[in-house]
């Protein structure tokens, strides 16, 4: 079965979704005139201006769930991956993922709020990619198809990785405990004690629906983000006579990498956007949630995301293993022989060990609990995003067919997630790393290719980024948005928005009916 994998794994991250994201980036990045970098800080502005209402979250809710998928064990031990088997130079490559991403993550963010539309059930917002590849394109079959990778990847494949990786940390900290045998299956009780809490917690979450899930999040993943961040920066501080070795490290490695040119890339790409999700089409889902007055309001705030997650906190995780040494790599070697070898043989290199190993030898036993409890929060709120994102899914691919149909559809995804939670905290780290590529990668070739013939058939998007910045220079108070006037079709949330607003104007005056 690990044969397979990691064949499929193999083809789906061939050099050519390692280009593509790469290209993507660059291309949306020269068409928006790097729209990451002009509007930084209304990035910064629109994040403490949006409020949340009965159908929809916050930008800042929605950022938050956001950065829950984002900032997971991708930013702890997706980045010690990186360096373990790409070189420190893979820490770089990361960080231009981060830079052109943030194009791809307006372009797909403005794309999920133009065409949201409101859950026949719930009343709730849904949208994402799923969506305006069935209204922008025409093609339901493609949406579809998203649909169900997504619940493939976000309710199978992907929340094992957050769960094996919360609960390696768990154990130690805490260590094995006595060792039972569960059918074949040699597992320490003190790793069932925390698959037992993280499988209660979740399920009080994730039955009280996106509301529940974005006020958890909106709390846990900005305390931890920055208590993370802080640490790391005591250490970069107590060691600053490193800081520019490290980066020299980083900066050499680039394109005269250790582990060779082709690991620095494609470890780099494949962990920037497993960590920072931009082109992979899962952050569109929680931008689709978020009330705005403009669709590329979203846009901007989630752009903003993928620069806290991997500018700041992978950052954060790649400088406190570099300076402390706490790190092997090795490459393309066979297992157990390595290019560089700095702590003892045979360490996981799939985990947040490397991480732990770098904050236990400043902080000591508080380091190693710090780090551990923090893949707790991080990975228990990916799995969260994880959730909601197949539940959208499921919503989308039910909507039409009844009542009944959606409600045991989102009822069943509740407990998908949860056996794979529990199947991935008791299963091989490597091999649900793996799987966890599998599904990253599917999206991603779906999302990525599917943004791209929206660009090429209507440009939506860079039709937003101009309207509101005109908007923005004529000083308006509250932005406003007519997918008419730009020849959109298939909105029909702005549709009926738009047309409320004309009828309240029209009520407040009567030369204004008359225009009309």
Known sequence: MEGLVDLVNGIIWSPALVYLCLGAGLFYSIMTRFVQVR????????????????????????????????????????????????????VFWMWVVAFLGASTAYVEATLAQIYKEKDVITGEYRGGPAYYFERALGQRWYGILFAVASIL?????????????????????????????????EVGSMRLVALGIILVVLAIIIFGGIKRIATFTEYAVPFMALGYIGLALFIMFTNYEMIPEVFGLIIGDAFTAQAGFGAAIGWGVKR?????????????????????????????????????????VCSATAFMILTMGTYNIQGTLPEGQYI??????????????????????????????????????????????????????????????????NRTGLFLVKVLIMVMVAYGGLNSAGYIWAIGDIGVGLMA????????????????????????????????????????????????????????????????????????
Request: contains cysteine; neutral net charge; hydrophobic residues 45%.
């Open 272 to 312: 920037g956007i497993y960590s920072n999700e931009a082109g992979q089409g899962t952050g569109p889902h929680a931008a689709g949630a978020a009330e705005v007055e403009h669709p590329s309001q979203q846009g901007l705030v989630q752009a903003f995301s993928v620069y806290v997650d991997t500018l700041l």
């Open 445 to 516: 070739w779906l999302n990525i290719v599917g943004i791209l013939v929206i660009f090429f058939v209507a440009r939506p998007t860079l039709t937003m980024l101009r309207d509101y910045e005109a908007q923005r220079k004529a000083g308006v108070k509250h932005y406003t948005f007519d997918p008419a006037k730009f020849g959109i079709k298939n909105a029909p949330y702005w549709e009926e928005r738009h047309l409320k607003q004309q009828q309240r104007m029209a009520a407040q005056d009567p030369l204004h009916k008359e225009r009309l």
């Open 340 to 405: 560089v070898q700095n702590v003892a043989a045979g360490v996981e290199i799939n985990s947040p060990a490397f991480t732990q190993m770098a904050m236990e030898s400043v902080y000591g036993q508080f380091g190693n609990t710090f780090i551990a409890i923090a893949v707790f929060f991080f990975a228990f709120t990916t799995i969260l995003a994880y959730y909601y994102i197949a539940e959208v899914n499921v919503a989308y691919l039910t909507r039409f067919i009844s009542r009944g149909a």
């Open 39 to 90: 509007l930084f800080g209304e990035m910064i502005t629109l994040l403490f201006t949006g409020k949340s209402s009965a159908q929809g979250i916050s930008s800042f809710q929605a950022l938050a769930v956001s950065l829950a998928g984002r900032v997971g064990m991708g930013n702890i031990a997706g980045v010690a991956a990186a360096i373990g088997f790409g070189g420190p130079g893979a």
């Open 153 to 185: 990847a976000c309710g199978m494949f992907l929340p094992g990785v957050q769960a094996n990786g919360v609960i390696n940390a768990f154990a130690q900290v805490m260590g094995e405990g006595t060792i039972m045998n569960l059918g074949g299956l």
